[in-house]
């Protein structure tokens, strides 16, 4: 049937008569957020390099900025780049209904059943439009991240004009470590959801054409 739709003289291309899984909006914001968080990481890890919070230093071959000036500079641009961007694709989530088509609800049963499907090799990604229990889990944890890092980055940032906000982290050094937390667990879903995109690589192809 698609077939002969797509050999009829006046057909639409078979491109088009393929259903919309990510608007342009969603794969713009998602690949901005990948540069900017990639040089949010990359400058944010020269920084801790200067006054490690655990000991160890990450390698300079990952950081960005050469010292901790340079890095600074690069974490305050970029940081304008994740935070408009971030605040358009959560505003645009909430406004297009997409959060909530998409996201929720992430339901206990099915999270405890996508999970030991995961774990057995049986997690079907037929649908790309129709995201797993896994899935809205890990998206949804990863959006609550972005906001924590940004606003316990704000603490650390202006911990005296913004000191009710520092305070509600425990104060400057516990919001430090808020930070660092925050930057795990995004890098973890970072490393996890790429593998994820190479191993369904429609998955990807959607996130790029949107089809
Ligand atoms: C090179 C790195 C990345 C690749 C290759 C990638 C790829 C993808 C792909 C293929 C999807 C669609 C998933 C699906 O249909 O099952 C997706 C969705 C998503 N990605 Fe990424 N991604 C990357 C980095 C990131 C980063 C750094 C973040 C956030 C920190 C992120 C957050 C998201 C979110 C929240 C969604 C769901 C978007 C929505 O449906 O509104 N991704 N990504």
Known sequence: MAVEAAQAPHAAPVASARPLIHPAWVRVAHWINVVAVLLMMMSGWEIYNASPLFPFRFPRDVTLGGWLAGALAWHFAAMWLF??????????????????????????????GDVKAALTGRLAHDDLAVYNAIQKLLYVGVILAGIVIVLSG??????????????????????????????????????????????????????????
């Open 83 to 112: 935070v408009v961007n971030g605040f358009v694709y959560v505003a645009l989530g909430f406004a297009t209904g997409r959060f909530r088509r998409k996201f929720v609800p992430i339901r206990p049963g099915e999270l405890v």
């Open 154 to 211: 704000l603490s650390i940032w202006k911990p005296v004009q913004l000191q009710t906000l520092t305070a509600l982290f425990g104060g400057y050094e516990a919001a430090r470590y808020v930070h660092f937390a925050a930057m795990s667990a995004i890098a973890g879903f970072v490393v996890i959801h790429t593998v994820m995109a190479f191993v369904v690589p429609k998955s990807l192809r959607a996130m790029i054409t949107g089809r």
